[in-house]
């Protein structure tokens, strides 16, 4: 929910800002002025739209599309261009900075604050997710589904129906629980923005998905083996 509400704040002020940059930019003398005041715009939009990248792929992606199964690469590309937008909101800070120090009003002082923990909300978001699904171990598991086929209490913060999990041979196995809100959620790499994650590690997680891989990998097994006249 905090990220999403982020989202509208940086597209606010991404608006709000392009707008007294053109209003400057009709009204410069020069045409180098003109053309580097648009150029700005432009970019602003671009920061925009990366931050916001994931949401807007909920809304315009195939991740809401029935049918249709996102792709790993292009499931990170939307978490891509949220760290790359909160690396260019970090660069953006001085400036807001010098003019909130130069000013007595309120409003500078609250962007600079909100573009602060945007930058933080965003690139920490994306750098826990790049790092945990750093591997091709790594995907989800039916929580919810798990604990009806076996006992799992080792995982007591974990409220979601889904779990983010790191597959190995044994256990227990790294996971986190996202919050209510979860993107691309048709990939094998959902993503669930900062703070709404539960971490740690469970041995019966582990237990019970071992145990289906066994019971899968004989009954598979099974079918392979010729019928006996």
Not at 85 to 100: D, G, M
Not at 125 to 147: C, E
Request: glycine share 8%.
């Amino acid at each position: 929910m905090l990220y999403i509400l982020l989202c509208s704040v940086v597209l606010l002020i991404v608006v709000i800002g392009n707008v007294a940059r053109a209003t400057q930019a009709l009204v410069s003398s020069g045409p180098s002025q003109r053309l580097q005041q648009m150029a700005l715009v432009l970019v602003s939009y671009a920061v925009g739209m990366a931050y916001c990248a994931p949401l807007l792929y909920l809304f315009f992606g195939p991740d809401g599309a029935p049918g249709e199964t996102l792709g790993i690469d292009s499931a990170r590309l939307t978490v891509y261009l949220l760290f790359a937008a909160s690396v260019a909101l970090l660069f953006y800070i001085p400036s807001l900075w010098k003019r909130a120090a130069n000013s007595k009003g309120f409003w500078p002082m609250g962007q600079l604050t909100l573009v602060a923990l945007a930058c933080f909300v965003g690139g920490k978001s994306a750098y826990d997710h790049l790092t945990f699904f750093n591997t091709d171990q790594a995907g989800w598991a039916d929580v919810a589904l798990m604990k009806e086929i076996g006992e799992i209490t080792d995982m007591p913060g974990c409220t979601s129906p889904v779990a983010f999990v790191r597959f190995q041979s044994t256990g227990p196995f790294e996971y986190r629980c996202p919050g209510l809100i979860v993107f691309n959620r048709l990939s094998s790499q959902p993503f669930g923005p900062w703070p709404h994650n539960d971490t740690g590690s469970s041995q019966q997680l582990a237990d019970v998905i071992l145990k289906i891989k066994s019971e899968a990998k004989v009954a598979e097994d099974f079918a392979e083996e010729p019928a006996r006249l």
